[in-house]
């Protein structure tokens, strides 16, 4: 992840511009976005992400006439839960590790978020995800707040029986901060269903905290462990009922549609079986190991067990190796960014050739990198309205656990599909009423649920 270390007193991070070239609203001046970010004690370099996702979120404030307590409410996380914890390794030798939990609103409902494991973790990337999942919740309508968590752990450079220890006891340090009615974790990079099986397991011999069903206290879980059927490929599920329901309005037909990957993990692979299913054609892949492109078209399901079985998509026998350059570069219709945050920056928005930008990941493109896109005419989907469908199955495996039912995989995506399309018209009347871009819009509609919210419950004393 790009380095986030303020050296002097910048002006905060700006969001993009509202645009439409028809009478868009001009966003807050820097001086008065200075105060409150000073006001609120918020980094104000602007490449950190926290100071990007605040200033997205403060403009589409701005864009809507939000009172000023709820912005200073939603510029800051309720809870920063930071912990170390002692590890034994298979040689022996003991590690120290460190580890996350962020909890920043839970006025909708209990926090919820996913848990990443990734080395590269920071407090500002966790506060930066759990305020995005806030966003989210309210946007696709689950009674949720958001939160994020993390370790800093390379999982690959762990045996099965090291991440056992070390995720068996990160939940032990956090486990007073979560539960199936407070804070319920989920998957993230790095993390999967056997990790989140991990957690249930040994939260429920935490009984004087576990209550009746403990196992409900983390979703993602594997489906013969309280998992839902449909959870795994759900964020992959969503981004396409995204794009099957928006790209009619920018005038594209999905079974037409061109498009490249970027990160291959979960969301990512998961995006491009959905979307060739749909009649689609994958054409270019990256992931931490390369870059591949194949004209023709890439069997996204033959590549994800090329994935499965080397760890990347270097060495797929069915395309060529490209450089980063060519690869951005390859004229598509869509675009799927599917792997960290800030790598749609301003080099790569310029060399992008593509329509539509479904941000499958979580911010996946920094504020000056989307005014380059903006400024192309490239429409971006963004990240709260596209991959909302991760959290979405993981409100129906929540409830499954606290009614003791079994969805079938029909019944799951329908409702999936319900919630999503719903989302997507919310985001569509805000941006007809307040005459700004898609990201504006999906801010607004999520910030007008916690309005109302705020409004009915009162601050208290
Ligand atoms: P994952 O660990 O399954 O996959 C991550 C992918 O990113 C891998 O293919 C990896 O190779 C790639 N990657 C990592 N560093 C890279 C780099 N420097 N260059 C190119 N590729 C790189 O993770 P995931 O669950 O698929 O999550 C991906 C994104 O989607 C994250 O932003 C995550 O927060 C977001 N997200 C995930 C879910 C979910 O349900 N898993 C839900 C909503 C949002």
Known sequence: MPPTTATKKQKPAQSAPAHNGNGAVTPKSAGQMTAMFEELGL???PNNLYAQTVSTMLHAAEVMGLPDYLKQILAQPKNEIMVHFPVRMDNGKTRLFKGYR????????PYKGGLRFHHDVHLDDVKSLA?????KCSLVGVPYGGGKGGIKVNPRDHSKGEMERIVRRFTTAIAHNIGPDYDIPAPDVGSGSQHMAWIADTYSFLSEIGGNNPIAVITGKPVEYGGSLGREKATG???V???VE???ELKLKP???TFSVLGYGNVGSWSGKIFQDKGAKMVAVADHTGFIANPKGIDAFDLDEHVKKTGGVKGYGKAAAISKDEFYKTKVDVFIPAALEQMIQEPEARMLDCKVVAEGANAPTTPAGERILMERGIEVLPAILCNAGGVTVSYFEWVQNKTFQSWDLEYVDRELNKHMVKAAQKTRAARKQFNCDLRTAAYIAALQRLQQAYEVRGIFP
């Not at 962020?102 to 409902?109: E, I, S």
């Not at 305020?131 to 966003?135: A, I, R, S, V």
């Open 246 to 248: 928006m790209l009619p």
């Open 255 to 257: 079974e037409k549609c």
């Open 241 to 243: 009922d995204t794009l």
């Open 131 to 135: 305020f995005l999942m806030t966003m």
């Open 237 to 239: 599920q969503g981004v």
């Open 102 to 109: 962020v909890q920043h609103n839970n006025a909708l409902g």
């Open 43 to 45: 980094p104000t370099d």
